[in-house]
């Protein structure tokens, strides 16, 4: 039997309850048991073809979503570096219209975002009625990289490190998504979950390949030593935030192709499930339609229909001659 989204739901999405383990997720799985008969390149070219079919539904999925007007989509992806939330996005709006989507790549927060609460600088980036929007890394950076170095925590030092302190940005979050999906905004949250073995390879391919020495950062090194602390950030923030309006997906990273393939099901499903569609024109309309039609015919511009039609008629008229 093919993978279906309840499978996809059932093996992926994370549960409002109960405790997180990430090493419960794994980071190479591949398929099901059908498709792992598959040798390793039959299984990405099916992924591919997956991923090809799903964008174009995406793109579909999107232009009822700007044309409607009604909901906005925000996709958050969080990950370890290296998972590859860059190519992601790349691979997975391949086919979106870019006026109806918005990216943002949080990096140090400046001096004047730094002088707000941790979520001021994320609510402008928020995306409008009938866009996609995605943070690419998001609000979480402030339950885990400062969880992992606490020393950049900017708030008054009695107020660092508490076990109440991370309770109550967990909260904080959970808050501010809340009032986003009660204002009919989709939230989408992705953990690519790619494993140490996996990063290093990435790592090394980048140190190995001249092309993609932009891609290294000393930093990412430095914090991959900050290993088994990042993991358990993570489980902390999963657990704690992944709600019934806003749940947590955990995304095997180590195959991109099945982390893209996924992904893009995933939102294309959401998207779907919110029913939004092109509006109704009014019968008002409809005849006012009729009346702008009747002028361009006057104008003597011909209906595509028909012109599609006569080629048609010429065609079959050429086939009897012959």
């Known amino acids: 039997m093919p993978l279906t989204f309840k499978d996809v739901r059932r ?18 799985w591949a398929a099901d048991k059908e498709l792992q008969e598959l040798t390793k390149d039959e299984l990405k070219a099916r992924a591919k073809e997956f991923l090809a079919h799903t964008v174009t539904d995406l793109a579909d999925a999107q232009e009822r979503l700007y044309a409607s007007d009604t909901h906005s ?9 290296a998972a ?28 004047e975002e730094l002088d707000h609460n941790f979520l ?3 609510m402008r980036a928020l995306p409008e009625r009938g866009r996609i929007g995605i943070f690419n890394r998001s609000y979480y950076e ?18 660092k490190g508490r076990k109440e302190f991370w309770e109550d940005r967990y909260d904080d979050i959970n808050q501010f998504e809340r009032h986003l999906t009660r204002n009919g905004t989709l939230v989408l949250k992705f953990f690519l979950n790619v494993s140490k073995k996996e990063q290093g390879k990435r790592f090394m391919e980048r140190l190995e390949n001249p092309e993609k020495f932009w891609k290294f950062s ?4 430095d914090e991959r030593k900050h290993w088994d602390e990042y993991q ?16 947590w997906w955990v995304v095997p ?11 893009a099901g995933i939102i294309t499903r959401a998207i779907d499930d919110l029913g939004v569609a092109f509006p109704e024109v009014s019968e008002e309309k409809r005849q006012r339609f009729g009346a702008a039609k009747a002028d361009l015919l006057a104008d003597g511009v011909k209906p595509k229909g028909k012109k599609k039609k006569k080629k048609d008629a010429e065609v079959a008229t050429e086939e009897e001659e012959r």
Request: hydrophobic share 40%.
């Open 84 to 111: 590859g939330k860059d190519g992601t996005i790349k691979h997975v709006m391949t086919g979106v219209n870019p006026q109806g989507c918005q990216v943002f790549a949080f990096k140090k927060p400046s001096s």
């Open 11 to 28: 093996l992926f999405q994370v549960p409002t309850k109960g405790r997180v383990r990430l090493r419960d997720y794994d980071p190479g």
């Open 120 to 122: 001021w600088r994320y």
């Open 232 to 247: 358990d950030a993570f489980e902390n923030m999963i657990q704690h935030t992944s709600t019934e309006w806003a749940p």
């Open 253 to 263: 990273a180590d195959h991109k192709y099945v982390t893209r393939a996924l992904v």
């Open 73 to 81: 989509v925000l996709i958050v992806l969080q990950a370890s570096d």
């Open 218 to 221: 000393f930093g990412d090194l």
């Open 142 to 159: 402030d339950v885990l990289v400062v969880r992992v170095h606490p020393e950049l925590v900017n708030l008054p030092s009695g107020k």
